[in-house]
């Protein structure tokens, strides 16, 4: 790897362009156009695309008939670095620690999103130009939820056509195992208020007279489950689809132990889930009901016995194919207002949510995807579904028409939204392989 390509990683990862913070909005706003900079100076034509929040980087190459036409995506923007105190560097100054590349936003996700601008580079470099027609657009607002970004694509869909989009933004299974991820889960969710009296009581003179919203709303959110974890919400599983047969038959094959994995990862003295299916299948195939945040009450040093006059909950729901945002809201709304309580009134706020996404991975870009992984790291691709979700991957799919290969660079101890977040060159230099390899087989 050119010596300078860790230069131009330390300078990207120094930016801190934290974009939930509006303190920060002048260094995003340099981040920024220091990769207008950098693509302009690798002989793309570049623009700066302002957008009501942060701003979008937009690039091509000149575009030529008869190629086809690849939207490469990524981000800028990076997560807060809090807590401060558990990094071990100071996390806007590089480090550099056997082999890993330590800051934050270095997996999540300019390390990634670098490795392909270094890898057009090199190609333009070689061959004055790309096998295909590039589109490279890099926002600075995914770690708030991309708001700005449909507005972009359908104001430019026409300027944007391409025939496929690939995303480095997600994780390998395995170091050294090329993956590429077909399938993420959807996510909606709902924040619940339930209220009692119109003030705290003293819980002396008025307790056992009243009802107590805290244990009213304890008392209903223990109604979503059964005893084995499953969601106990009328319909919630009616439109699930199952999993296939070979995909089944491919997971258990990986080179990971996924329980094992797990309990490591996260320290908790034992699995629980879905009966019927292993921790991969439940976290890639299964859908969850989840409290995410639970409050009411005196949360001070000591006791303070009151009856609070209202309690809190943030709900969310984790989706797969076939499910949908708006009928699971419908469904579980239902369900809580089946199970409140005597004696307090509820309110309910629906909150974000954004669409399940599932590809074929065996589908001719599929296996364009396969071999270029293959390539680039020597070793034969695992196919995965993942847990989390990506709302532009569906975007690109309803707006532009397109499908995304999501072939991620991540390992899973990068500490992505974390202190110490991570990424290895071993897996940087991979990156501009990909790249080359990718663009070199999407060109057939």
């Given at each position: 790897?050119?010596?300078?390509y860790?230069e131009?990683f330390?300078?990207?990862?120094r930016?801190?362009?934290i974009s939930?913070?509006d303190?920060?909005?002048e260094?995003?706003?340099?981040?920024a156009?220091?990769?207008?900079?950098r693509?302009?100076?690798?002989g793309?034509?570049t623009?700066?695309?302002?957008?009501?929040g942060?701003p979008?980087v937009?690039?091509?190459n000149k575009?030529?008939?008869?190629?086809?036409?690849?939207?490469i995506y990524?981000?800028?923007d990076v997560?807060?670095?809090d807590?401060l105190?558990?990094?071990d560097?100071?996390?806007?100054?590089?480090v550099?620690?056997?082999?890993?590349?330590f800051?934050?936003?270095a997996?999540?996700?300019?390390?990634?999103?670098?490795?392909?601008i270094l890898?057009i580079?090199?190609?333009?470099?070689?061959?004055?130009?790309?096998?295909?027609?590039?589109h490279?657009?890099?926002?600075?607002?995914?770690?708030?939820?991309?708001?700005?970004?449909?507005?972009?694509?359908?104001?430019?869909?026409?300027?944007?056509?391409?025939d496929v989009?690939v995303?480095s933004?997600?994780?390998?299974?395995e170091?050294?195992v090329p993956?590429?991820s077909?399938?993420?889960?959807?996510?909606?969710?709902?924040e619940?208020?339930v209220?009692?009296p119109?003030?705290?009581?003293?819980?002396?003179?008025?307790?056992?007279?009243?009802?107590n919203p805290?244990?009213a709303?304890a008392?209903?959110?223990?109604?979503?489950?059964?005893r084995?974890g499953r969601?106990a919400?009328s319909?919630?599983?009616?439109?699930?689809?199952s999993?296939?047969?070979w995909?089944?038959e491919?997971?258990?094959?990986l080179?990971?132990?996924?329980?094992k994995?797990?309990?490591k990862?996260?320290?908790v003295?034992?699995?629980f889930?879905?009966?019927?299916?292993n921790?991969?299948e439940?976290?890639w195939a299964?859908?969850?009901?989840?409290?995410?945040g639970?409050?009411?009450?005196?949360?001070?040093q000591?006791?303070?016995?009151v009856?609070?006059?209202?309690a809190?909950?943030?709900l969310t729901?984790r989706l797969?194919?076939?499910?949908e945002?708006?009928e699971?809201?419908k469904l579980?709304r239902?369900?809580?207002r089946?199970?409140l309580p005597?004696?307090?009134?509820m309110?309910i706020?629906d909150?974000?949510?954004?669409p399940?996404?599932l590809t074929?991975?065996?589908?001719?870009?599929?296996?364009?995807?396969?071999r270029?992984?293959?390539?680039?790291?020597d070793?034969?691709?695992?196919l995965?579904?993942e847990?989390?979700?990506?709302?532009i991957v569906?975007?690109?799919?309803?707006i532009?028409?397109i499908e995304?290969?999501?072939?991620?660079?991540?390992?899973?101890?990068c500490?992505?939204h974390?202190?110490?977040e991570?990424?290895?060159?071993e897996n940087?230099?991979?990156g501009?392989?990909?790249?080359?390899?990718?663009?070199?087989e999407?060109?057939h």
């Amino acid at each position: 790897m050119r010596e300078n390509y860790l230069e131009d990683f330390y300078s990207f990862l120094r930016f801190p362009s934290i974009s939930t913070d509006d303190q920060y909005a002048e260094r995003v706003a340099e981040c920024a156009h220091w990769l207008v900079k950098r693509l302009t100076g690798i002989g793309l034509e570049t623009q700066l695309v302002p957008t009501r929040g942060h701003p979008i980087v937009w690039a091509r190459n000149k575009h030529q008939p008869g190629r086809r036409t690849v939207l490469i995506y990524g981000h800028y923007d990076v997560q807060p670095p809090d807590p401060l105190e558990l990094w071990d560097s100071p996390p806007f100054e590089p480090v550099l620690k056997n082999g890993y590349v330590f800051a934050r936003g270095a997996t999540d996700n300019k390390g990634q999103i670098l490795a392909h601008i270094l890898g057009i580079q090199e190609t333009m470099e070689q061959d004055r130009d790309l096998p295909v027609n590039l589109h490279l657009v890099i926002e600075g607002e995914e770690e708030i939820g991309s708001g700005n970004l449909g507005s972009f694509l359908n104001e430019n869909r026409e300027a944007l056509k391409s025939d496929v989009a690939v995303v480095s933004d997600t994780g390998m299974i395995e170091k050294g195992v090329p993956t590429l991820s077909y399938g993420l889960r959807g996510v909606t969710a709902l924040e619940i208020k339930v209220t009692g009296p119109k003030m705290d009581l003293h819980s002396g003179i008025f307790g056992g007279a009243v009802q107590n919203p805290i244990t009213a709303l304890a008392q209903m959110l223990a109604t979503l489950h059964d005893r084995e974890g499953r969601v106990a919400i009328s319909g919630f599983y009616d439109r699930v689809k199952s999993l296939e047969n070979w995909e089944r038959e491919a997971w258990r094959k990986l080179p990971v132990d996924g329980d094992k994995l797990i309990l490591k990862e996260t320290g908790v003295p034992e699995l629980f889930g879905e009966a019927g299916y292993n921790s991969l299948e439940r976290i890639w195939a299964r859908p969850t009901a989840e409290i995410n945040g639970i409050g009411g009450g005196y949360q001070g040093q000591g006791t303070k016995t009151v009856i609070a006059s209202h309690a809190m909950a943030k709900l969310t729901f984790r989706l797969v194919p076939e499910q949908e945002g708006d009928e699971i809201l419908k469904l579980a709304r239902a369900h809580l207002r089946k199970n409140l309580p005597k004696g307090v009134t509820m309110e309910i706020t629906d909150g974000h949510s954004g669409p399940w996404y599932l590809t074929d991975p065996h589908s001719p870009l599929g296996e364009a995807a396969q071999r270029a992984l293959r390539n680039a790291f020597d070793h034969d691709p695992a196919l995965i579904r993942e847990g989390g979700s990506i709302p532009i991957v569906s975007q690109f799919r309803g707006i532009l028409g397109i499908e995304t290969l999501l072939m991620g660079l991540a390992l899973a101890d990068c500490r992505a939204h974390s202190p110490n977040e991570n990424f290895p060159l071993e897996n940087f230099e991979g990156g501009i392989r990909l790249n080359k390899a990718i663009l070199q087989e999407l060109a057939h």
